[in-house]
């Protein structure tokens, strides 16, 4: 199962949940840099009328001693080293300068400054002479008049410095997210799945099933959604297995039990082809009855071999590799001896000394008889039927005549799946193969045509060894 995959649960559930939490920490940081610069300009704005209540007695105090006419007053600055730093440590930064942002005039009624800080101009701050805030194009100025009106303390601030402060603020706010997205996604990552290992777990046993393996699932996770599709899928198997086992008993008991009357029919017919003259006008329906008789004892035995396919028959009873060799040389001497359908096969038993793979002999003998008179029936008759042994567990059974087309190659696995071949066959043979090779892990690979040939057919049948 490729949870990775785009099209995945779990890239689907690490996608959505990453793009909401990153989407809300967004919206959470938007939101947080809004109250910060709402606060900001609150303290910010509370700082200037608290230095302009704190200093206005001070400034007054000094206007009164060192009031000189025409000239403003420069206020200045206090006799104290400013230290900067942490816990009183210098940190190399002596210019106060920079950091004195506060600016203050003192303004009698006709807008004259009378008194201003260091850091402030000589000419009057643009904010008009009434109490409160007022913004020009640079400053934030606060106004505070004397009791009897004559007077008019402003502070300002440069805007510059609030917009700096809320910038690096904000700033300060969505760095994080730089390193916390990756961060989130691996975490997301890994919590969905290790969530969905039970998930996986499910979907590795239901690909584990088959025709062969109907087994119910075991599953003890406490996840009420996973026993629910678990035990869903059990009945389902079980009712399949049901339905299966039905079908293969009647399959099998049919074909048993139609053996021997098609045998003693078969015999009959024989000897009423011997006993009819030459001549007689019956014996030609009587070979067509025994030809047809024959054609339905083949496909009787097809069908005990698939039924005892599908019934799981197929892995080597000791789970080790069996030597396979000898039991080669059989089913070819066999077909030999019975002449199926005249063909020659070429095939050096000298070759099948290394053939071992763990498979049952009886499966396998039915396997090759299968695929060797699939060959028989369906090739040239100016090539033989060709069996090579590649390496000890592969074996390559090809035929000559016309190639199959490729929409026919990809069914001949399928049960009564026939070529265009005029020749006479179930179109169980290959299904049969293919099913005691799955039941034993191997593969069943058809060529048409033959590598390296531009005609023919090739069915390549790699066991599997233990």
Not at 168 to 174: I, K
Not at 318 to 333: F, H, M, R, S, Y
Request: charged share 25%; net charge negative.
């Amino acid at each position: 199962m490729k949870l990775t995959a785009q099209n995945s649960l779990q890239f689907t559930l690490t996608k959505r949940l990453t793009i909401i939490v990153v989407l809300f920490w967004i919206i959470g940081a938007i939101f947080a840099a809004y109250t910060a610069r709402h606060e900001m300009e609150e303290g910010a704005d509370t700082a200037l009328i608290e230095t302009s209540h704190r200093t206005a007695t001070l400034v007054l105090d000094y206007l009164i001693t060192h009031q000189v006419a025409g000239e403003i007053l420069v206020m200045p600055e206090p006799a104290f080293e400013i230290v900067f730093g942490v816990d009183g440590d210098d940190d190399g930064d002596d210019d106060v300068d920079d950091d004195d942002f506060m600016q203050y005039q003192l303004r009698n009624r006709a807008g004259d400054v009378l008194l201003r800080s260091q850091n402030a101009p000589d000419t009057p701050f643009d904010a008009p002479l009434v109490a409160g805030f007022a913004n020009s194009d640079n400053l934030r100025v606060y106004t505070s008049v004397t009791t009897d009106g004559a007077l008019f303390m402003q502070v300002a601030e440069p805007t510059e410095h609030r917009t700096e402060a809320i910038i690096e603020t904000v700033v300060s706010q969505f760095t994080p997210l730089i390193f916390l997205v990756p961060i989130t996604i691996l975490a997301i990552v890994y919590g969905i799945s290790r969530g969905l290992a039970p998930v996986r777990q499910v979907l590795d046993e239901i690909e584990a099933r088959g025709e062969g393996n109907l087994s119910p699932i075991v599953q003890d996770d406490p996840i009420e959604e996973i026993h629910t599709i678990v035990a869903a899928v059990n009945r389902l198997m079980g009712k399949l297995e049901a339905a299966l086992s039905v079908e293969r008993s009647f399959t099998a008991n049919s074909a048993h039990e139609l053996r021997t009357p098609i045998a003693v029919a078969l015999a009959q017919t024989q000897r009423l082809v011997l006993e009819l003259p030459q001549d007689h006008p019956v014996q030609k329906r009587a070979l067509q009855t025994e030809a047809a008789l024959k054609r339905l004892s083949r496909l009787s035995e097809k069908l005990l071999q698939l039924a005892r396919a599908e019934a799981g028959v197929g892995s080597s009873p000791t789970g080790e590799n069996q030597k396979l060799g000898a039991t080669l040389a059989l089913v070819i001497e066999d077909i030999k001896r019975a002449g199926a359908d005249g063909g020659v096969i070429d095939f050096d038993p000298a070759t099948a000394d290394v053939l071992e793979a763990n498979i049952d002999q009886d499966a396998f003998a039915i396997c090759m008889r299968n695929l060797i008179e699939n060959a028989l029936k369906h090739g040239g008759d100016e090539e033989p039927v060709k069996i090579t042994i590649r390496g000890s567990d592969t074996i390559c059974v090809s035929n000559g005549g016309a190639p199959v087309s490729a929409k026919d190659l990809s069914d001949l696995k399928a049960r009564f799946k026939r070529s265009n071949s005029k020749a006479d066959g179930s179109g169980l043979g290959l299904a049969i193969v293919e099913t005691i090779v799955r039941n034993t892990n191997g593969t069943l690979t058809l060529y048409s045509p033959r590598p390296d040939k531009a005609d023919g057919f090739e069915a390549e049948l790699r066991l599997h060894q233990s």
